[in-house]
């Protein structure tokens, strides 16, 4: 994850999700839509969801 990916990606029009690491973890990484510490925990039918009803909120999310 790097602030510019993340920038690039939403000027995209891309929704974007955000796993930092320890080095990127200090980073600005508001222009995610999404930032997990981990996908451990979130299965992809769960992320697609996510996904998919994006256009009912603006914003970022932090789930952690």
């Not at 994850?1 to 690491?21: E, I």
């Amino acid at each position: 994850d790097s602030p510019n990916g993340l920038l690039a990606a939403r000027r995209a029009g891309l929704f974007c999700v955000a796993v930092p690491n320890p080095l990127t973890r200090q980073l600005l990484l508001h222009h995610a839509d999404l930032v997990l510490d981990s996908l451990e925990h979130l299965p992809l039918e769960d992320l697609l969801s996510i996904v998919e009803n994006n256009s009912l909120f603006s914003g970022s999310s932090f789930l952690n």
